[in-house]
């Protein structure tokens, strides 16, 4: 009689996880090539595509880099700077900001749209603290597409799975080297790592019954039929900075064979370039002699001597100037950004005419991101709570002003608003179009109530003095009043 012993979940994947695993992974790896390509271009770390004809087979290790890539993107990466977390009904966002900086998530925030803008997507991981007791603040962490994938549902616009493939963690007995697997389903996640026979073992399962993946998507450029995202390092810059790094090279290369000018030396005898022992002289030295002493030839003629203009370089620059001005157009820069001037420097109007574009740029990407970090701050509460946040209560995230607009101008536009009567003087709102930070903000609130209470002492204390009949004036700043005639 054979027994039949049932694999237990904790310690084995089923084949619905394996397939699972198998389809995620090989997601994740196809596209990986597309992504290190977009990340050398970044780095300056592309291959030259070279035509093999202008530059000889001894230069072939000369390498030029052109970073217009880098700069364009890290110049919209710029303008996103999240600032705070908030209750869009104005209550006590403490809460918020507690989880945002035990996570340090406004500095990681650069890092995650940075990785969104040069890849097109950028993924946040919500997890438990695991320091092993209920305190500890729940983990939010940016993950770059490098290391993790995200099966997406477009009917419902959210993940059903997703896979992390990564360095084992500390908590984690296994090799120094040793990679691991990180399942994320809508009911649990699954960690593993590499077993003897080749698969993968099971270490721990965290069953969170949310119901849903904790892993949201910060998608950049997305289409309606590619909800996946894509990259500001599109072929049109890949191309363009592939042509300005070739006419770089173009450069170097006729620096090294027609920087110096070329001279000619007509009707001279063998003897002019032989040294007093008669040893001919090398080429460099026949160059660089200052003077050249030239006996009259068998009829009494003297050697004409002349040179070749040198190589005019400027033709060169005009078509990279050329280059850097389509590299502004593709990625939504000005010019002068790129290092293109012109004779007539621009004004002031016309360099925040050129900014119009990106600050737009940016704008659309604060909205999208928005969503993003909204919802992994609920799944956050979710995860600490045991229990989904109110619907009805919804999150806001504030952002710094993308186009950077002068002091004088936001604080003249406020004061507008305010004697205007659109705007009350003392909301928080008010400060926000003035300039002010988060911090800032907060400080400004607490020396209002500060100030607020220290009237409301001072009105307290006139009162009671007129009711003693003293003069208020001469109070001093605290007193303490025990009864009176009256029973006060």
Known sequence: MTLSIPELPLVYLSDEEQALINLLRADMLRDRWALQLRDAYFNGEQLIRDLGISIPPQLKGLHTVIGWPRVGVESLEERLDLEAFRWADGRDSSELTEIAEAN??????????????????????????????????????????????????????????????????????????ERMLVLYLPDQTVMCLPSESGGWEVVDRDMHGLGVVPVVRLANRQRTADRVGKSEITPDVMSITDAACRRLMGIEVAAEFFGAPQRYILGASESAFQDAEGNAKSAWETYIGRMLALERDEDGNIPEVGQFSAHDPSGQTKIIDLYARIMASQMSVAPHVLGYSSDNPASADAIRFADNRQVKKAERRIRRFSAGWQQAMRLALWIRDGEPPDKTRKIETVWRNPATPTVAAQVDATVKLVQAGVLPADSDVTLEMAGFTEPQRQRIAADRRRSSAATAGRSILDRLAAVNGQEPDGLPDAVEVTGGDDGL
């Open 104 to 177: 340090d998530l406004f500095d990681e925030s650069s890092l995650a749209h940075l990785d969104a803008f040069v890849y097109g997507r950028e993924y946040l991981a919500v997890g438990s603290g695991g320091c092993g007791t209920d305190e500890c603040p729940p983990l939010i962490t940016a993950e770059s597409p490098l290391d993790m994938t995200l099966m997406w549902d477009a009917r419902l616009r959210m993940g059903t799975a997703a896979l992390r493939e990564c360095a084992a963690d500390s908590f984690i007995e296994a090799g120094p080297e």
